[in-house]
Protein backbone atom coordinates (compact mmCIF):
# COMPACT_ATOMS: atom_id res chain seq x y z
CA UNK A 1 0.00 0.00 0.00
CA UNK A 2 1.70 3.41 -1.07
CA UNK A 3 1.75 6.09 1.38
CA UNK A 4 2.22 9.83 1.89
CA UNK A 5 3.76 11.80 4.46
CA UNK A 6 2.78 14.95 5.12
CA UNK A 7 5.66 16.73 7.41
CA UNK A 8 5.65 19.77 9.16
CA UNK A 9 2.76 21.68 8.90
CA UNK A 10 0.73 23.34 11.59
CA UNK A 11 -2.54 21.05 11.74
CA UNK A 12 -5.93 23.01 12.61
CA UNK A 13 -8.58 20.88 13.74
CA UNK A 14 -10.96 20.23 15.36
CA UNK A 15 -11.72 16.20 16.78
CA UNK A 16 -14.63 14.67 17.61
CA UNK A 17 -16.65 14.83 21.22
CA UNK A 18 -14.17 17.78 21.77
CA UNK A 19 -15.15 21.63 21.99
CA UNK A 20 -11.94 22.73 21.68
CA UNK A 21 -9.90 23.68 18.42
CA UNK A 22 -6.74 22.89 18.20
CA UNK A 23 -3.60 24.20 16.23
CA UNK A 24 -0.44 22.19 16.19
CA UNK A 25 2.85 21.19 14.73
CA UNK A 26 2.70 17.61 13.44
CA UNK A 27 3.01 15.24 10.51
CA UNK A 28 0.16 13.70 9.11
CA UNK A 29 0.81 9.66 7.31
CA UNK A 30 -1.41 8.25 5.40
CA UNK A 31 -2.16 4.86 3.89
CA UNK A 32 -4.07 4.25 0.96
CA UNK A 33 -7.45 6.12 2.00
CA UNK A 34 -6.72 6.42 5.38
CA UNK A 35 -5.08 8.69 7.92
CA UNK A 36 -3.13 6.47 9.92
CA UNK A 37 -1.05 8.98 12.02
CA UNK A 38 -0.76 12.29 13.47
CA UNK A 39 2.32 13.14 15.88
CA UNK A 40 5.06 15.32 15.62
CA UNK A 41 8.82 14.22 13.83
CA UNK A 42 7.42 10.93 11.96
CA UNK A 43 10.00 8.62 9.85
CA UNK A 44 8.61 7.70 6.74
CA UNK A 45 7.69 3.95 6.65
CA UNK A 46 9.67 1.67 4.41
CA UNK A 47 8.66 0.73 0.99
CA UNK A 48 6.52 3.50 -1.38
CA UNK A 49 5.65 6.64 0.75
CA UNK A 50 5.33 10.48 -1.31
CA UNK A 51 7.13 13.09 1.26
CA UNK A 52 5.56 16.26 1.20
CA UNK A 53 7.19 19.35 3.05
CA UNK A 54 4.12 21.05 4.46
CA UNK A 55 6.78 23.72 6.09
CA UNK A 56 5.06 27.29 6.34
CA UNK A 57 1.28 25.21 5.66
CA UNK A 58 -1.96 24.50 7.29
CA UNK A 59 -3.06 21.25 7.10
CA UNK A 60 -6.48 21.17 7.07
CA UNK A 61 -9.58 18.68 7.10
CA UNK A 62 -10.71 19.13 3.57
CA UNK A 63 -14.39 21.11 3.36
CA UNK A 64 -17.73 19.81 3.23
CA UNK A 65 -20.43 21.53 1.44
CA UNK A 66 -24.23 20.16 2.63
CA UNK A 67 -26.05 22.46 -0.43
CA UNK A 68 -25.16 22.89 -3.60
CA UNK A 69 -26.80 22.91 -7.25
CA UNK A 70 -22.95 21.67 -8.65
CA UNK A 71 -24.86 21.72 -12.56
CA UNK A 72 -25.28 25.93 -12.09
CA UNK A 73 -21.90 27.07 -13.16
CA UNK A 74 -23.34 27.26 -16.78
CA UNK A 75 -25.31 29.98 -15.62
CA UNK A 76 -22.88 31.99 -13.67
CA UNK A 77 -23.38 35.80 -14.33
CA UNK A 78 -27.08 36.54 -14.78
CA UNK A 79 -28.79 35.68 -11.91
CA UNK A 80 -26.78 37.57 -8.96
CA UNK A 81 -29.17 40.23 -8.58
CA UNK A 82 -32.23 37.98 -8.25
CA UNK A 83 -34.38 37.61 -5.72
CA UNK A 84 -36.42 33.89 -5.07
CA UNK A 85 -39.16 34.82 -6.55
CA UNK A 86 -37.64 35.93 -10.30
CA UNK A 87 -34.89 32.85 -9.33
CA UNK A 88 -38.23 30.69 -9.24
CA UNK A 89 -39.71 31.95 -12.65
CA UNK A 90 -36.73 33.39 -14.49
CA UNK A 91 -34.65 29.56 -14.21
CA UNK A 92 -36.48 27.19 -12.00
CA UNK A 93 -39.45 27.72 -14.92
CA UNK A 94 -38.26 28.76 -17.91
CA UNK A 95 -34.79 28.03 -18.31
CA UNK A 96 -33.87 25.04 -16.42
CA UNK A 97 -36.34 22.64 -18.01
CA UNK A 98 -34.33 23.17 -21.47
CA UNK A 99 -30.71 22.40 -20.51
CA UNK A 100 -29.76 19.58 -22.03
CA UNK A 101 -28.02 16.42 -20.66
CA UNK A 102 -24.62 17.57 -21.89
CA UNK A 103 -24.76 21.31 -20.37
CA UNK A 104 -25.69 20.11 -17.09
CA UNK A 105 -22.38 17.69 -17.62
CA UNK A 106 -20.34 19.79 -17.97
CA UNK A 107 -21.80 22.29 -15.67
CA UNK A 108 -21.26 19.78 -13.05
CA UNK A 109 -17.92 18.79 -13.88
CA UNK A 110 -16.95 22.48 -14.05
CA UNK A 111 -18.92 22.91 -10.33
CA UNK A 112 -17.36 20.01 -8.90
CA UNK A 113 -13.27 21.21 -10.18
CA UNK A 114 -14.46 24.76 -8.93
CA UNK A 115 -15.54 23.10 -5.20
CA UNK A 116 -12.00 21.36 -5.26
CA UNK A 117 -9.86 24.24 -5.89
CA UNK A 118 -11.73 26.07 -3.30
CA UNK A 119 -11.12 23.12 -1.02
CA UNK A 120 -14.34 21.50 -0.41
CA UNK A 121 -13.80 17.93 -0.57
CA UNK A 122 -17.10 16.66 -0.07
CA UNK A 123 -20.62 18.08 -1.23
CA UNK A 124 -24.01 17.49 -0.92
CA UNK A 125 -25.04 18.22 -4.62
CA UNK A 126 -28.90 18.94 -4.87
CA UNK A 127 -29.11 17.65 -8.44
CA UNK A 128 -32.34 19.76 -9.53
CA UNK A 129 -32.23 19.36 -13.61
CA UNK A 130 -32.73 15.70 -14.28
CA UNK A 131 -35.30 16.84 -17.17
CA UNK A 132 -34.38 13.27 -19.30
CA UNK A 133 -32.85 10.04 -18.12
CA UNK A 134 -30.18 10.49 -19.86
CA UNK A 135 -29.35 13.35 -17.78
CA UNK A 136 -28.08 11.88 -13.92
CA UNK A 137 -26.18 9.57 -15.83
CA UNK A 138 -24.44 12.34 -17.49
CA UNK A 139 -23.94 14.41 -14.03
CA UNK A 140 -22.76 11.22 -12.41
CA UNK A 141 -20.13 10.68 -14.98
CA UNK A 142 -18.58 14.06 -14.96
CA UNK A 143 -18.65 13.96 -10.69
CA UNK A 144 -16.79 10.85 -10.77
CA UNK A 145 -14.51 11.94 -12.84
CA UNK A 146 -13.70 15.37 -11.38
CA UNK A 147 -12.88 12.79 -8.44
CA UNK A 148 -14.53 14.85 -5.82
CA UNK A 149 -16.56 13.29 -2.96
CA UNK A 150 -20.27 13.74 -3.98
CA UNK A 151 -23.33 12.84 -2.05
CA UNK A 152 -25.38 13.11 -5.63
CA UNK A 153 -29.00 13.99 -4.05
CA UNK A 154 -31.42 12.76 -7.23
CA UNK A 155 -33.85 15.33 -7.75
CA UNK A 156 -37.55 13.32 -8.33
CA UNK A 157 -39.55 16.13 -9.58
CA UNK A 158 -40.87 17.19 -12.79
CA UNK A 159 -39.71 20.40 -14.58
CA UNK A 160 -42.17 23.72 -14.30
CA UNK A 161 -44.29 23.16 -16.94
CA UNK A 162 -45.10 26.57 -19.28
CA UNK A 163 -46.92 28.88 -17.98
CA UNK A 164 -47.08 26.77 -14.44
CA UNK A 165 -49.88 24.11 -15.64
CA UNK A 166 -49.39 21.27 -13.89
CA UNK A 167 -51.18 18.22 -14.92
CA UNK A 168 -51.36 14.80 -13.53
CA UNK A 169 -50.24 13.89 -17.48
CA UNK A 170 -47.09 16.30 -16.82
CA UNK A 171 -46.26 15.08 -13.58
CA UNK A 172 -46.99 11.27 -13.97
CA UNK A 173 -44.74 11.10 -17.47
CA UNK A 174 -41.80 12.14 -15.38
CA UNK A 175 -42.19 9.92 -12.27
CA UNK A 176 -42.53 6.98 -13.82
CA UNK A 177 -39.23 6.74 -15.72
CA UNK A 178 -37.17 8.79 -12.70
CA UNK A 179 -38.33 6.06 -9.83
CA UNK A 180 -37.02 3.26 -12.29
CA UNK A 181 -33.96 5.08 -13.08
CA UNK A 182 -34.04 6.02 -9.03
CA UNK A 183 -33.96 1.99 -8.46
CA UNK A 184 -31.67 1.26 -11.42
CA UNK A 185 -28.60 3.88 -10.43
CA UNK A 186 -29.11 2.59 -6.38
CA UNK A 187 -28.91 -1.48 -7.40
CA UNK A 188 -25.90 -0.54 -9.67
CA UNK A 189 -23.70 -0.57 -6.42
CA UNK A 190 -24.94 -3.77 -5.72
CA UNK A 191 -23.98 -5.39 -8.86
CA UNK A 192 -20.54 -3.66 -8.56
CA UNK A 193 -19.82 -5.23 -5.48
CA UNK A 194 -19.58 -1.31 -3.32
CA UNK A 195 -23.01 -1.72 -2.02
CA UNK A 196 -26.77 -0.11 -2.40
CA UNK A 197 -26.58 3.04 -3.17
CA UNK A 198 -22.40 3.45 -4.15
CA UNK A 199 -21.77 4.84 -7.51
CA UNK A 200 -17.96 4.54 -7.08
CA UNK A 201 -15.36 4.85 -3.99
CA UNK A 202 -16.47 8.44 -3.32
CA UNK A 203 -19.71 9.12 -5.02
CA UNK A 204 -22.83 8.13 -3.43
CA UNK A 205 -26.58 8.31 -4.57
CA UNK A 206 -28.90 10.73 -2.67
CA UNK A 207 -32.13 11.74 -3.27
CA UNK A 208 -33.29 15.16 -3.31
CA UNK A 209 -37.26 15.57 -2.48
CA UNK A 210 -39.36 18.86 -2.35
CA UNK A 211 -42.72 17.58 -3.31
CA UNK A 212 -43.49 16.94 0.45
CA UNK A 213 -44.18 20.57 1.60
CA UNK A 214 -46.92 21.10 -0.62
CA UNK A 215 -48.40 17.76 -0.37
CA UNK A 216 -52.42 17.11 0.72
CA UNK A 217 -51.99 15.66 4.23
CA UNK A 218 -54.51 13.17 3.65
CA UNK A 219 -52.84 12.24 -0.06
CA UNK A 220 -49.17 11.14 0.89
CA UNK A 221 -49.05 8.34 -0.65
CA UNK A 222 -46.76 8.66 -3.11
CA UNK A 223 -44.55 11.01 -0.77
CA UNK A 224 -44.19 7.66 1.33
CA UNK A 225 -43.49 5.32 -1.42
CA UNK A 226 -40.87 7.36 -2.84
CA UNK A 227 -39.24 8.40 0.82
CA UNK A 228 -39.47 4.07 1.50
CA UNK A 229 -38.08 3.43 -1.97
CA UNK A 230 -35.03 5.59 -1.14
CA UNK A 231 -34.47 4.54 2.46
CA UNK A 232 -35.00 0.51 1.19
CA UNK A 233 -31.66 1.36 -1.41
CA UNK A 234 -29.26 3.29 1.12
CA UNK A 235 -30.13 6.12 -0.72
CA UNK A 236 -28.89 9.46 2.27
CA UNK A 237 -29.04 12.05 2.89
CA UNK A 238 -32.55 12.71 1.84
CA UNK A 239 -32.07 16.34 1.37
CA UNK A 240 -35.08 19.34 1.38
CA UNK A 241 -35.73 23.07 0.85
CA UNK A 242 -37.11 24.59 3.70
CA UNK A 243 -37.07 28.54 3.19
CA UNK A 244 -39.41 30.86 4.95
CA UNK A 245 -41.14 34.41 4.35
CA UNK A 246 -44.25 34.67 2.00
CA UNK A 247 -42.73 33.85 -1.56
CA UNK A 248 -42.78 29.70 -0.61
CA UNK A 249 -46.38 30.21 1.59
CA UNK A 250 -44.22 29.47 4.44
CA UNK A 251 -45.22 25.73 5.98
CA UNK A 252 -43.91 23.97 8.96
CA UNK A 253 -41.46 21.37 7.12
CA UNK A 254 -39.70 19.51 9.84
CA UNK A 255 -43.29 19.31 11.14
CA UNK A 256 -44.27 17.73 7.86
CA UNK A 257 -41.87 15.15 7.42
CA UNK A 258 -42.99 14.37 10.84
CA UNK A 259 -46.21 14.13 10.64
CA UNK A 260 -46.27 12.30 7.48
CA UNK A 261 -43.91 9.33 9.71
CA UNK A 262 -41.01 9.76 7.24
CA UNK A 263 -38.83 12.16 9.51
CA UNK A 264 -35.69 10.59 10.18
CA UNK A 265 -32.01 11.17 10.94
CA UNK A 266 -31.20 11.15 6.85
CA UNK A 267 -33.19 13.97 6.37
CA UNK A 268 -31.46 17.08 5.66
CA UNK A 269 -33.19 20.61 5.64
CA UNK A 270 -31.56 23.16 3.24
CA UNK A 271 -31.33 26.84 4.68
CA UNK A 272 -34.33 26.10 7.29
CA UNK A 273 -35.05 29.93 7.90
CA UNK A 274 -38.31 28.87 8.35
CA UNK A 275 -37.81 27.68 11.71
CA UNK A 276 -37.22 31.53 12.43
CA UNK A 277 -40.08 32.79 10.73
CA UNK A 278 -42.75 34.86 12.64
CA UNK A 279 -44.89 31.88 13.32
CA UNK A 280 -42.21 28.85 13.57
CA UNK A 281 -42.94 26.84 15.99
CA UNK A 282 -40.67 25.44 19.01
CA UNK A 283 -41.71 21.73 18.22
CA UNK A 284 -39.62 21.55 15.44
CA UNK A 285 -36.51 22.22 16.70
CA UNK A 286 -37.14 19.73 19.25
CA UNK A 287 -38.25 16.73 16.06
CA UNK A 288 -34.77 17.81 14.45
CA UNK A 289 -33.09 17.13 17.78
CA UNK A 290 -34.86 14.19 18.71
CA UNK A 291 -34.45 12.42 15.16
CA UNK A 292 -31.07 13.64 14.41
CA UNK A 293 -31.98 15.02 11.09
CA UNK A 294 -29.69 18.41 10.34
CA UNK A 295 -29.76 21.16 8.76
CA UNK A 296 -27.63 22.90 5.46
CA UNK A 297 -27.13 26.39 6.34
CA UNK A 298 -26.13 28.70 3.11
CA UNK A 299 -26.01 32.33 4.84
CA UNK A 300 -24.99 34.47 2.03
CA UNK A 301 -27.93 32.80 -0.33
CA UNK A 302 -30.29 32.93 2.23
CA UNK A 303 -29.86 36.91 3.08
CA UNK A 304 -29.50 37.83 -0.51
CA UNK A 305 -32.78 35.74 -1.73
CA UNK A 306 -34.45 36.87 0.75
CA UNK A 307 -35.20 33.40 2.37
CA UNK A 308 -34.42 34.81 5.85
CA UNK A 309 -32.24 34.98 8.58
CA UNK A 310 -29.68 32.20 8.92
CA UNK A 311 -29.96 29.81 11.49
CA UNK A 312 -26.33 27.85 11.47
CA UNK A 313 -25.29 29.41 15.03
CA UNK A 314 -29.56 28.84 16.49
CA UNK A 315 -29.09 25.52 15.24
CA UNK A 316 -25.12 25.10 16.94
CA UNK A 317 -26.80 27.29 20.31
CA UNK A 318 -29.66 24.67 20.24
CA UNK A 319 -27.75 21.18 19.49
CA UNK A 320 -28.98 20.44 16.29
CA UNK A 321 -26.25 19.35 13.39
CA UNK A 322 -25.94 21.85 11.21
CA UNK A 323 -23.20 22.19 8.10
CA UNK A 324 -22.61 25.18 5.57
CA UNK A 325 -23.27 25.39 2.06
CA UNK A 326 -22.71 27.41 -1.31
CA UNK A 327 -26.43 26.75 -2.76
CA UNK A 328 -26.19 28.03 -6.37
CA UNK A 329 -23.30 28.77 -7.93
CA UNK A 330 -24.57 31.10 -10.51
CA UNK A 331 -26.21 33.56 -7.81
CA UNK A 332 -23.81 33.38 -4.66
CA UNK A 333 -20.20 32.77 -4.13
CA UNK A 334 -18.46 29.39 -4.75
CA UNK A 335 -16.45 29.09 -1.69
CA UNK A 336 -17.03 27.93 1.81
CA UNK A 337 -14.85 30.86 3.13
CA UNK A 338 -17.51 33.15 2.04
CA UNK A 339 -19.90 31.25 3.59
CA UNK A 340 -18.44 31.26 7.25
CA UNK A 341 -17.60 34.34 6.85
CA UNK A 342 -21.14 36.17 6.35
CA UNK A 343 -22.53 33.35 8.99
CA UNK A 344 -20.19 34.57 12.01
CA UNK A 345 -20.79 38.18 11.06
CA UNK A 346 -24.15 38.28 10.44
CA UNK A 347 -24.86 36.18 13.52
CA UNK A 348 -22.44 38.49 15.63
CA UNK A 349 -24.36 41.79 13.97
CA UNK A 350 -27.60 39.97 15.33
CA UNK A 351 -26.63 39.23 19.37
CA UNK A 352 -24.99 42.80 19.04
CA UNK A 353 -28.36 44.32 17.74
CA UNK A 354 -30.55 42.49 20.78
CA UNK A 355 -28.04 43.54 23.16
CA UNK A 356 -27.92 47.21 22.23
CA UNK A 357 -32.09 47.38 22.15
CA UNK A 358 -32.37 45.71 25.44
CA UNK A 359 -29.63 47.03 27.49
CA UNK A 360 -28.46 50.03 25.12
CA UNK A 361 -24.87 48.46 26.54
CA UNK A 362 -22.02 47.40 23.80
CA UNK A 363 -21.13 43.65 23.90
CA UNK A 364 -17.62 43.12 25.42
CA UNK A 365 -16.54 40.29 23.59
CA UNK A 366 -17.83 38.12 20.77
CA UNK A 367 -20.21 35.15 21.43
CA UNK A 368 -18.73 33.34 18.60
CA UNK A 369 -15.14 32.91 17.56
CA UNK A 370 -13.49 32.73 14.21
CA UNK A 371 -12.79 28.82 15.34
CA UNK A 372 -16.58 28.01 15.56
CA UNK A 373 -17.03 28.85 11.82
CA UNK A 374 -13.97 26.57 11.18
CA UNK A 375 -16.04 23.82 12.86
CA UNK A 376 -19.09 24.62 10.84
CA UNK A 377 -17.55 24.03 7.51
CA UNK A 378 -15.86 20.68 8.13
CA UNK A 379 -16.53 18.73 11.15
CA UNK A 380 -20.19 20.35 11.58
CA UNK A 381 -20.81 19.32 7.89
CA UNK A 382 -19.74 15.95 8.65
CA UNK A 383 -22.01 15.69 11.90
CA UNK A 384 -24.81 16.68 9.38
CA UNK A 385 -24.25 13.86 7.13
CA UNK A 386 -23.86 11.17 9.89
CA UNK A 387 -20.15 10.88 8.86
CA UNK A 388 -18.31 12.48 11.81
CA UNK A 389 -16.47 9.06 12.59
CA UNK A 390 -15.33 9.47 8.90
CA UNK A 391 -14.71 12.68 7.95
CA UNK A 392 -14.48 16.71 9.19
CA UNK A 393 -11.37 16.22 11.25
CA UNK A 394 -7.39 15.21 11.20
CA UNK A 395 -7.53 12.06 13.08
CA UNK A 396 -6.28 8.44 12.68
CA UNK A 397 -8.69 6.16 11.20
CA UNK A 398 -10.41 9.18 9.40
CA UNK A 399 -10.35 9.21 5.67
CA UNK A 400 -7.59 11.21 3.98
CA UNK A 401 -9.85 13.94 2.69
CA UNK A 402 -7.27 16.72 3.73
CA UNK A 403 -6.33 20.66 1.96
CA UNK A 404 -2.64 22.01 2.74
CA UNK A 405 -2.90 25.89 2.44
CA UNK A 406 0.13 28.15 1.90
CA UNK A 407 0.73 30.62 4.64
CA UNK A 408 4.52 31.57 4.68
CA UNK A 409 4.13 33.07 0.88
CA UNK A 410 0.68 34.18 0.47
CA UNK A 411 -0.47 37.22 -0.20
CA UNK A 412 -3.12 37.15 2.12
CA UNK A 413 -2.03 34.95 4.90
CA UNK A 414 1.65 35.60 5.24
CA UNK A 415 2.33 37.45 9.48
CA UNK A 416 -1.18 35.70 10.56
CA UNK A 417 -0.82 35.35 14.12
CA UNK A 418 -4.26 33.03 14.80
CA UNK A 419 -4.74 30.07 12.14
CA UNK A 420 -8.44 29.95 12.68
CA UNK A 421 -8.75 33.84 12.02
CA UNK A 422 -6.52 33.79 9.30
CA UNK A 423 -8.34 30.79 7.72
CA UNK A 424 -11.85 32.15 8.15
CA UNK A 425 -11.19 35.59 7.30
CA UNK A 426 -7.68 36.32 4.89
CA UNK A 427 -7.85 32.71 2.56
CA UNK A 428 -9.37 32.40 -0.18
CA UNK A 429 -8.86 29.67 -3.63
CA UNK A 430 -5.73 30.96 -4.21
CA UNK A 431 -4.18 29.89 -1.33
CA UNK A 432 -5.22 26.23 -1.38
CA UNK A 433 -2.20 24.51 -2.77
CA UNK A 434 -3.07 21.01 -2.57
CA UNK A 435 -6.21 18.78 -2.07
CA UNK A 436 -6.18 15.22 -1.29
CA UNK A 437 -9.89 13.27 -1.37
CA UNK A 438 -9.86 9.64 -0.33
CA UNK A 439 -5.97 9.40 -0.59
CA UNK A 440 -5.71 10.70 -3.49
CA UNK A 441 -4.32 14.31 -4.97
CA UNK A 442 -6.86 16.03 -6.91
CA UNK A 443 -5.10 19.58 -6.88
CA UNK A 444 -1.17 19.70 -6.85
CA UNK A 445 0.81 22.58 -6.08
CA UNK A 446 -1.94 25.09 -7.06
CA UNK A 447 -3.35 23.18 -10.33
CA UNK A 448 -6.23 20.55 -10.79
CA UNK A 449 -4.83 16.93 -11.29
CA UNK A 450 -7.97 14.46 -12.38
CA UNK A 451 -8.96 17.31 -15.32
CA UNK A 452 -7.18 19.82 -16.46
CA UNK A 453 -9.39 23.80 -16.19
CA UNK A 454 -8.11 24.17 -19.56
CA UNK A 455 -9.76 21.47 -21.11
CA UNK A 456 -12.81 22.59 -19.70
CA UNK A 457 -13.66 25.61 -19.94
CA UNK A 458 -14.29 25.67 -23.88
CA UNK A 459 -17.23 23.46 -23.34
CA UNK A 460 -18.15 25.39 -20.12
CA UNK A 461 -17.97 28.45 -22.00
CA UNK A 462 -20.23 27.07 -24.81
CA UNK A 463 -22.99 25.65 -22.49
CA UNK A 464 -23.32 28.92 -21.13
CA UNK A 465 -23.76 30.65 -24.29
CA UNK A 466 -26.25 27.86 -25.35
CA UNK A 467 -28.25 28.01 -22.01
CA UNK A 468 -28.01 32.33 -22.38
CA UNK A 469 -29.85 32.12 -26.33
CA UNK A 470 -32.36 30.41 -24.94
CA UNK A 471 -33.56 32.79 -22.20
CA UNK A 472 -36.23 34.33 -23.19
CA UNK A 473 -36.17 38.78 -23.72
CA UNK A 474 -36.21 41.07 -21.27
CA UNK A 475 -39.68 42.39 -21.94
CA UNK A 476 -40.76 38.77 -22.07
CA UNK A 477 -39.51 37.61 -18.94
CA UNK A 478 -40.75 40.53 -17.14
CA UNK A 479 -44.04 40.55 -18.25
CA UNK A 480 -44.16 36.50 -17.38
CA UNK A 481 -42.22 37.62 -13.84
CA UNK A 482 -44.58 39.88 -12.95
CA UNK A 483 -47.89 37.48 -14.22
CA UNK A 484 -46.33 35.08 -11.97
CA UNK A 485 -45.92 37.32 -8.90
CA UNK A 486 -49.39 38.52 -9.20
CA UNK A 487 -50.64 35.18 -9.29
CA UNK A 488 -48.10 34.05 -6.23
CA UNK A 489 -49.60 37.38 -4.34
CA UNK A 490 -45.90 38.73 -4.12
CA UNK A 491 -45.24 42.80 -4.78
CA UNK A 492 -43.48 43.58 -7.88
CA UNK A 493 -40.74 46.14 -6.79
Given at each position: ?8 G ?5 K??D ?17 V????D ?22 I ?28 A??S ?6 E?S ?11 H???T ?10 T ?11 I ?20 Q??P???E???S ?12 G ?26 D ?8 EI??L ?5 LS ?5 Y????V ?18 D????H????T????V???W????K??A ?11 M ?14 V ?35 A ?13 S ?34 I?V???I ?38 K????D ?11 V ?9 E ?6 T ?9
Amino acid sequence: MSAILLKGGLVLTFKNNDPTPHAFKADVLIKGDTIVEVAPDLTAPHGSCEIVDCTGKWVTPGQIDTHRHVWMSIMRGQQADWLLTEYLVKMTATQSPHVTASEASIGTLAGCLEAIHHGVTCVVDHAHCINTPEHAPAMIAATIKSGIRSKFCYGRAAPIPAGFQFTPEHAEKYRSWQVKQITELAEQGVQSGLGAGRLSDRVDLGLAYDALSQADPKNLGEHQEIIKLARKHGLSPITTHYVGGPVTKYSHNVKIWADAGLLDKDVLFSHANGLTHKDAVEEEWDLLLKTGASIGATPEDELGMAHGNPVAYEAVKRGVRVGLGCDCVSIQSADLFTQMRVALQWQRGHDHAILASSSGTAPLYHKYSSASAFRLATLGGAEALHLEHKLGTIEPGKLADIVVISVDDSINLAGTIDPFQGYVFWTKGEDVTDVMINGEWVKRDGALTKVKWGDVVGDLRKAIKGVEDRRASPAEEKMIYEATCKQMGCAVQ
